[in-house]
C-alpha cells in the first residue's frame, strides 16, 4: 500500500516520509507536498524502499528455422 505520512512537531516543524513507493517515484511526491504544506524541502533522505528493487519481469520470444513458438 503506498501512503504519505505527514507529522507536524509542537515546534510547527513538519515532516513527511513514503511508505510503499518503491524506487525513485519517491522523489516525485516532494514537490506535491511542498505546494500542498506551503513549504520548503531543507532535509532529504533516502528510505529503504528507495533501494527496494521492483518487480518487473522481461518477456522474449524467438523463432528459429520457421518454427513458430509452440509448434
Given at each position: ?20 513507493i ?31 528493487a ?18
Amino acid at each position: 500500500m503506498k501512503r504519505i505520512v505527514v507529522t507536524v512537531a509542537a515546534d510547527g516543524t513538519v515532516s513527511a516520509e513514503t511508505l510503499g513507493i518503491k524506487g525513485s517515484k519517491c522523489l516525485d511526491y516532494i514537490a506535491v507536498l511542498e505546494d500542498l504544506l506551503a513549504a520548503q524541502t531543507v532535509n532529504s533522505e533516502y528510505t529503504s524502499d528507495y533501494t527496494a528493487a521492483t518487480n518487473t519481469v522481461s518477456v522474449r520470444q524467438e523463432q528459429h528455422d520457421g518454427l513458430q513458438p509452440g509448434e
